[in-house]
C-alpha cells in the first residue's frame, strides 16, 4: 500500500503562485498514473490534474488549464503541482491521488478510479 503526503499549501494573494509536492512511500508511484483533486466546502471533491505513468500525457480541468501544471520526478517518487495566476476560487484542500491500475494513461479524471490518496493540504487564496 502506498502512503501520499502532500505538502507546500497555504495562503496566497490573487495572481501568486504555489506548488504543491505529493510524496510517496511504502512502493513506486512509476507505474501509475496520478492526479490531484480538489475538495471545497459543500463541494464534491472534483479533478484537477492528472498525469500518465510516463509523464507524456497530461490533462487538466477547464478551470485551471493554462494556469496550473502537473509534473512527475518517478526518481523521486513525487508529482507536483505548480499553480500560478491563483484566483480566489481556487481556495479548496487539495488531494494526491495515485491510479488503481497501473500503466495508466491519465485519461481517467474520476476520483473512483484512483485508490490511494492523501490526507490533503489546504490552500486559501484571499481576494
Known amino acids: 500500500q502506498v502512503q501520499l503526503v502532500e505538502s507546500g499549501g497555504g495562503l496566497v494573494q490573487a495572481g501568486g503562485s504555489l506548488r504543491l509536492s505529493c510524496a510517496a512511500s511504502?512502493?513506486?508511484?512509476?507505474?501509475?498514473?496520478m492526479g490531484w483533486f480538489r475538495q471545497s466546502p459543500g463541494r464534491e471533491r472534483e479533478f484537477v490534474a492528472t498525469i500518465s505513468w510516463s509523464g507524456v500525457g497530461t490533462y487538466y480541468a477547464d478551470s485551471v488549464k493554462g494556469r496550473f501544471t502537473i509534473s512527475r520526478d518517478n526518481a523521486k517518487n513525487t508529482v507536483y503541482l505548480q499553480m500560478n495566476s491563483l484566483k480566489p476560487e481556487d481556495t479548496a484542500v487539495y488531494y494526491c491521488a495515485g491510479a488503481r491500475v497501473p500503466y495508466g494513461s491519465g485519461r481517467s479524471t474520476l476520483p473512483a478510479d484512483f485508490g490511494s490518496w492523501g490526507q490533503g493540504t489546504q490552500v486559501t487564496v484571499s481576494s
Open positions: 511504502g512502493r513506486t508511484i512509476s507505474i501509475h498514473a
